[in-house]
């Protein structure tokens, strides 16, 4: 097994994501672990600058790859890049963050390396000079330890908000990698269309606000929009109040929605079904408003409001703007 680590550093309009760091922090300690050195992957148009950000948590080196045609992501282009850089320098372990992007990519790079991926992480480790791969199964009740057997480079994807940011300040090497996209990728975009909103995306979000069936209608989202709102959060639903067409289906948690990792959880008016804590049960904290003491979503939360949520919402909204305002 070789030894260093890479991580894919993540860029979204011109900004690092916060998984880079996540992600840089994590392969520091592994490659600590191995006794091998870091390096972040860069990809973009004109993103040269934000090698310095990176810097902060202990890359030694950066491949800074910038080209017009990778401004805008595209899977089979950047796959071919990082596929190649990989091919070329040969580290043990890459690390990507579980993002939309990060899932794309991952087992994209993987298969032009003909290599293992072990995706949805959420702990890596050295065990007897083993990497071994943490990954929840059935709604976070048990855990499967990947290893990768003679499969090299270990290619790694990790829930978002999960890993630990750790600064590390170094002053990396940075390598500027020149290519020549190939223009025959098969894939072309049309167009790009901003999403409607401007909050977080589920599966990156910090805090969530969540409504199931208990919201009863889609006007009532309001008041779960408005706690959203005061918090920074992003609004997610339980899959009845999308299929009551009270919420749009990308705002669905779950075993058939998305798997969403913040540090807060707010699940207002959801019984906690195996299939909504499929979504959701790795949430840092998670608190419930329910009028039923006996559901099951009392089990998994760290705090518990047994009470009318049409109450209890709008109060806590009022009081955390109070709190806040400070
Ligand atoms: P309910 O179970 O009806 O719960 C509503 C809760 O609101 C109750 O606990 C009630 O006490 C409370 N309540 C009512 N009024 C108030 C009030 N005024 N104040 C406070 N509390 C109140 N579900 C998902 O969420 N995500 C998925 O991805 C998903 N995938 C599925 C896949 C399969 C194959 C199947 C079979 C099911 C799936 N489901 C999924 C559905 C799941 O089984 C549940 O039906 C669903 O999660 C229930 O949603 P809920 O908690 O909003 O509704």
Redesign the pocket.
Known sequence: MGKDVWAFAEVKEGKLKKTAFEMLSESRKLADNLGGEVAAVLLGSAVAGLAPELGRYGPDKIYLVEHPDLEIYNGQVYARVVGDLVRKNQPAVLLFGATAQGKDLSPLVAARLDTGIASDCTQFFIEDGALKARRPMYAGKAFADVVFQNAEPAILQARPNVLPIVENPREPEVIKVSIEPPADVGVRRVELQAAATDRPDLTEAEIIVS??????SAENFNIIEELADVLGATVG???????AGWRQQSD???????TVTPNLYI??????????L??MASSKYIVA????PD???FQKADYGIV??????VPELTKALREMLKE
């Open positions: 409504g199931g069936r208990g919201v009863k639903a339980s899959r009845s109040a999308v299929d669905q948690v779950g075993q058939t929605g998305k699940a207002c008016g959801i019984s906690g079904s195996i299939q909504h499929a979504g408003i329910n009028k039923d559901a099951p979503i009470d009318d949520l049409f109450k209890v």
